[in-house]
């Protein structure tokens, strides 16, 4: 089956330490997106990346990292200068060469104690 | 990318057409009016697009007035696994948007009732 994985579902975190979120696609996309969701909001763009070895930054990349070292894997990390990491995570990914969709994964669910 | 409006919550009784209305009066020639929907818990789901004409696929309709200023989502026979939270978002095609990003607002609640 073709499709976007994250892992794990839910993840527990003592603040101060830097956690990373995964995110594999076999979709054989080149562009690959993270978002953030806060309760009852949408989603908001923490980073992207259009090919290998590239990536930017979206609206609110500070206290996020990611590298895109192989087409499948966008992993982000959530340092310890993310002031209020706690939300759901999500990661998607995008075929360049169709002006269409977005394919999303199914979410982590960050929890920092 | 234009702003959208969109009511932040809708009911509609099971088997009955669910109309989800969206205002983007800012809206420009060459953007697009997509819908996604997000069931809890879940990661949204792309639903259709369209750019002036009116179109259809196998999960819904998408009407844009001939201002292209507002469009209705027409879900034709609502059921209960519809019940989620439903986006309208309005950007350029992504060889013009610099990465293809996408802009969230808050959607419309949409519950499906027996």
């Known amino acids: 089956d073709g499709g976007i994985t994250q892992s794990p579902k839910y993840l527990f975190r003592k603040e101060g330490q830097n956690v990373t979120l995964s995110c594999e696609q076999n979709l054989n996309h080149d562009a690959m997106y993270w978002y953030r969701q806060d309760p009852g909001q949408g989603l908001r763009l923490i980073y992207y990346?259009?090919?290998?070895?590239?990536?930017q930054k979206g609206d609110i990349a500070e206290g996020y990292s990611v590298s895109r070292e192989k087409k499948e894997s966008f992993p982000l990390t959530v340092t310890s200068a993310q002031k209020n990491p706690t939300a759901f995570y999500l990661c998607a990914s995008r075929d360049r060469a169709r002006d269409n969709e977005q394919f999303f994964g199914p979410g982590t669910r960050l929890t920092v104690l | 990318d234009a702003k959208t409006t969109q009511p932040p919550s809708m009911d509609c009784a099971e088997g009955r057409a669910a109309n989800l209305p969206c205002n983007h009066s800012?809206?420009?020639?060459?953007?697009?009016v997509y819908w996604y929907r997000q069931i809890h818990s879940q990661g949204p789901q792309y639903i259709i697009h369209g750019l002036k004409n009116n179109e259809t696929n196998e999960m819904a309709s998408l009407i844009i007035t001939e201002d292209r200023k507002s469009s209705t989502l027409i879900l034709p026979h609502a059921t209960l696994r519809d019940t989620a939270v439903y986006y309208c978002?309005?950007?350029?095609?992504?060889?013009?948007?610099?990465?293809?990003?996408?802009?969230f607002g808050q959607g419309t609640e949409l519950s499906v009732k027996p």
């Open positions: 800012t809206i420009s020639g060459n953007e697009y």
């Open positions: 990346s259009q090919i290998v070895n590239d990536f």
């Open positions: 978002i309005v950007r350029v095609a992504p060889r013009h948007n610099q990465g293809g990003k996408l802009i």
